[in-house]
């Protein structure tokens, strides 16, 4: 049995926050959304990297969500404060 090439010309983003600062979290990827990359941008460069890969938008609630102590991101971290 063959199995199926992934569809690279498929890209997703999720966003996560647009912050007070100007920047935009989001998760960008490739084929398969539940795959993806934690990305930063200015909002200008934000929209125009969506824009010229003709993203699908992902919803947040879309993404699953665990209690697994692997299901951890950096946004995550970046909302607490460690010793």
């Known amino acids: 049995m063959k199995e ?3 569809d690279l010309s498929k890209k997703y983003v999720r966003l996560v926050e ?3 600062d100007g920047m935009v979290e989001f998760e960008f990827s490739l084929a398969d959304p539940d ?3 934690e ?11 969506c824009r010229e890969n ?3 938008f992902v919803r947040a609630e879309a993404h699953g ?3 697994s102590d ?3 991101k ?3 971290a970046t909302q607490q404060r460690f010793r």
């Not at 990305?39 to 990297?49: I, Q, R």
């Open 4 to 6: 199926k090439a992934p």
């Open 18 to 20: 647009r912050r007070a």
């Open 35 to 37: 795959l993806y990359v």
């Open 39 to 49: 990305m930063l941008l200015p909002a200008d460069a934000y929209e125009d990297f």
């Open 54 to 56: 003709k993203v699908i």
């Open 65 to 67: 969500t665990t209690d």
């Open 70 to 72: 692997w299901d951890w």
């Open 74 to 76: 950096l946004h995550d």
